[in-house]
C-alpha cells in the first residue's frame, strides 16, 4: 500500500511542477518543449510500476521469456482446474483408504477385528481444514466382545476395556481430533 501511496504522490509532484514551471515560463515558445519534456516524465512514472513488475531483481531488464509463457501458464491453469474436478474424488479416495488401512491396522494390534472404518473429512476446498479429518467410526466385529468389554463386572453395565479406552485415545491423539469424534463399537450379530 506504502509503494501506491508514493507512485501517487510521485505523479502528483510532477503534474504540479509542470505546470509551476509553465507559468514561470518567460516566452511561450519554450511552451510545447516543456510539455514534451513533462508529459514524458508524468509518462515513464505511471509506466514505472509496469516495468518494475516485468523486470528482473538482480539486472533490472525485461523479462521476454515471461511474456511466452503467460498463455502456457494460462493454458496450464486451465487444464490444473480441469483436471482438478476430475481427479479430487480419486485423490481423495486415496487418501482416505489410506488412512483406513492405518486404523485397521492399529484396531488389529489391540487383538480387534475390523469390520467397517468410517472417516469423515473437510471436502470444503475454501476451508482452512480441507481434507482434515473430522471424525472416525470403527465398527469391531461382535465376535471380539470379550476383548470389548471389561471382564470385570461392575454391576452397572458392561465396561468398555483399557485396550478399547488406549486405542480410541491414540487414535484421537494421531489425528488431532476430541476423543469424542473416535468412535469405536461392536458390529451388529454375525459380524
Known amino acids: 500500500m506504502d509503494s501506491v501511496l508514493a507512485w501517487i504522490k510521485q505523479v502528483f509532484v510532477i503534474s504540479v511542477l509542470s ?49 511466452q509463457n503467460i498463455g502456457q501458464m494460462e ?5 490444473i482446474q480441469f483436471s482438478k474436478d476430475m481427479a479430487e474424488d480419486k485423490i481423495l479416495e486415496q487418501y482416505l483408504q489410506e488412512h483406513r488401512d492405518f486404523i485397521e491396522k492399529r484396531v488389529l494390534e489391540t487383538g480387534l477385528t475390523p469390520v467397517n472404518v468410517d472417516i469423515v473429512i473437510d471436502t470444503d476446498a475454501e476451508s482452512e481444514s480441507y481434507a482434515q479429518i473430522q471424525e472416525i467410526e ?48 461392536l458390529a451388529g450379530n454375525g459380524e
Do not use: W
Open 19 to 67: 505546470e509551476i514551471i509553465l507559468h514561470l515560463l518567460p516566452n511561450e515558445k519554450y511552451e510545447s518543449f516543456v510539455r514534451l519534456v513533462c508529459g514524458i516524465l508524468i509518462t515513464s512514472v505511471c509506466v514505472s510500476p509496469l516495468i518494475n513488475l516485468m523486470s528482473d531483481k538482480a539486472g533490472n531488464y525485461l523479462d521476454l521469456e515471461y511474456f
Open 75 to 79: 493454458e496450464l491453469r486451465g487444464e
Open 138 to 185: 470403527i465398527s469391531v466385529s461382535s465376535r471380539d466382545r470379550e476383548k470389548f468389554y471389561d471382564n470385570q463386572d461392575s454391576g452397572v453395565g458392561s465396561v468398555i476395556s483399557a485396550e478399547v479406552v488406549g486405542l480410541k485415545e491414540t487414535l484421537a491423539d494421531y489425528y488431532e481430533l476430541n476423543p469424542g469424534q473416535v468412535n469405536i463399537y
